[in-house]
């Protein structure tokens, strides 16, 4: 068995995984996201990795009842934010996570003068202010002696991985935002120089070459109760892991990750930049260095539901009955999705980007307004889809795939038929990852998560092709109006 564990921003997760893709129940922890003032969103890298440690002791109790061998150690977690460490692995200050903004004014710089739209042209990376340029380029500007304190300005992933394994490296998959050449595997020293970060690149962790383990070291495996010396693999991270989990084979597959965010993304053997109307996005090396991944990290997802369902004093388990009462179109309410303090950053970048509900009336339900919503994210999710170009099959995973009535909402404004994944496939596909680089690859067809069909409804297609047309036109005007 493999000791999955997958970081996320608020709940670690882990679990045992066997080489058939058999899983345990699953263990979580929580850790603090702080939110500060001046759009500043802040973890701390002691308190993550107590978690870690939390939920892998828990599995390696159920391994020692099962009388299970552990292998390995699979992480996966999440990507972006800037996680400063010296060179024992301590946090220089709080890491600053992928929802942080206070980095919007740069990035705004950087949009106005080109900087943004070169980068993305070089390594295919749409910068977003929770990115690590600009909240490298924010730290030089104003705190400056954080830059020099620290050894490496790395990941999530990376940062566990050095305080377990005493190794300072780094994911392909999480170096590739935002100055990695994703063909070549090496950074783009024209990128860093046009954001100014030239004098930063010793803190650039070089990227691990795919199938390398590193033996954990023997006071963390007493920690972890663990042997000393046991193989750790390091990613790649939350959105690579999930698309690979669900099933991602074939170059067109698309994958939609419906969770505290939502991410877009399909595999391809193309290295090119995404094309669209704006520098967003990412392009990101995966564990196969004939295949990359185009991704959409949209900001919206579960986290603009969980804050409308509880301001109308709405539970989670009474979403699907509500979805039910309202009907296609949300009885003339539409919506806008974007609920993140820091605006958005795919299919396009605006720090300003708010959301909005239109159409309302004295006999607008609470339903109407939560279908609304549902309905607006799903017009995002094509949005993305459309901008990536996904031609296969396309899987759904995440908090929000298990709603099955916003599922088929996502069906029917996507115009094909979903395939859900129920199981933890972040796991999975860092789990997937492991085997392969311990000489067991497993096999394609047996590993792949169990999945559910979700038809799409041939009226529902027809009605959301034109709620999608009036969405991109509302969502024009309103960019219109955020940039005045």
């Keep these: 068995m493999i000791v999955g564990v997958d970081v996320g921003t608020s709940v670690t997760k882990a679990q045992l995984i066997g080489r058939d893709g058999h899983t345990t129940p699953a263990h979580e922890a929580r850790s603090t996201v702080y939110t500060l003032p001046g759009n500043r969103v802040e973890q701390d890298l002691d308190e993550v990795i107590g978690t870690v440690i939390t939920v892998v002791r828990a599995v390696v109790a159920d391994a020692r009842r099962l009388g299970e061998p552990i292998e390995a150690l699979a992480l996966t977690g999440q990507g972006d934010g800037l996680w400063l460490r010296d060179a024992k692995g301590a946090g220089v200050g709080r890491a600053l996570s992928w929802m942080d903004g206070r980095a919007a004014g740069i990035l705004d710089g950087w949009t106005a003068d080109g900087v943004a739209h070169h980068v993305h042209q070089r390594t295919g990376a749409g910068m977003f202010p929770g990115s690590a340029a600009p909240l490298l380029a924010h730290l030089a500007k ?5 830059l020099a304190d620290a050894a490496v300005a790395g990941y999530c992933v990376d940062a566990i991985v050095q305080r377990f394994t005493g190794q300072i490296t780094v994911d392909a998959s999480d ?7 994703v063909a070549t595997r090496t ?7 046009l954001c100014g970060l030239s004098p930063y690149r010793r803190l650039l962790a070089e990227p691990a070459p795919p199938g390398i383990l590193f033996p954990l070291l023997p006071d ?3 920690q972890l109760g663990l042997p000393p010396g046991l193989p750790v693999s390091a990613g790649p991270f939350d959105i690579p892991a999930c698309g690979f989990g669900s099933g991602l084979a074939q170059p ?4 939609l990750i419906i969770g505290t965010t939502l991410a877009s993304q399909v595999l391809t053997d193309d290295p090119a930049p995404v094309t669209g109307d704006d520098p967003a996005g990412m392009l990101l090396a995966t564990p196969d260095e004939r295949r990359y991944l185009r991704v959409m990290p949209a900001m919206i997802g579960t986290a603009g539901l969980d804050w409308l369902l509880k301001l109308l004093g709405v539970r989670i388990a009474e979403l699907d009955a509500l979805l039910t009462t309202s009907p296609l179109g949300a009885g003339g309410v539409s919506a806008l999705p974007f609920l993140s303090a820091s605006g958005e950053r795919a299919p396009f970048v605006d720090a300003r980007a708010r959301g909005r509900l239109d159409g309302l009336s004295p006999l607008t339900s609470r339903a109407d307004l939560i279908r609304a919503l549902c309905e607006s994210v799903a017009y995002s999710a094509r949005h993305c889809m459309e901008t990536l170009g996904v031609t296969g099959a396309v899987t759904a995973c995440g908090g ?7 599922a088929r909402i996502f069906a029917g404004v996507l115009g094909t038929d979903l395939y859900v994944c129920d199981d933890a496939v972040g796991i999975r596909g860092a789990a997937q990852v492991a085997w392969q680089a311990l000489g ?8 792949r998560a ?6 799409a409804d041939p009226a529902a297609i027809e009605f959301y092709a034109q709620g999608y047309a009036d969405y991109r036109h509302t969502l024009a005007a309103a960019r219109d109006g955020w940039a005045r």
């Design 142 to 146: 104003h705190e400056p002696e954080r």
């Design 187 to 193: 950074y783009d020293e024209a990128a860093l120089d």
């Design 400 to 406: 929000g795939a298990r709603s099955a009535e916003w």
């Design 220 to 222: 963390v495996a007493a």
């Design 440 to 447: 067991q690859p497993v096999d394609a067809d047996r590993w």
């Design 252 to 255: 067109g597959d698309g994958n």
């Design 175 to 181: 170096a590739s935002q935002p100055f990695l050449n």
């Design 450 to 455: 169990q999945r559910r069909t979700v038809t």
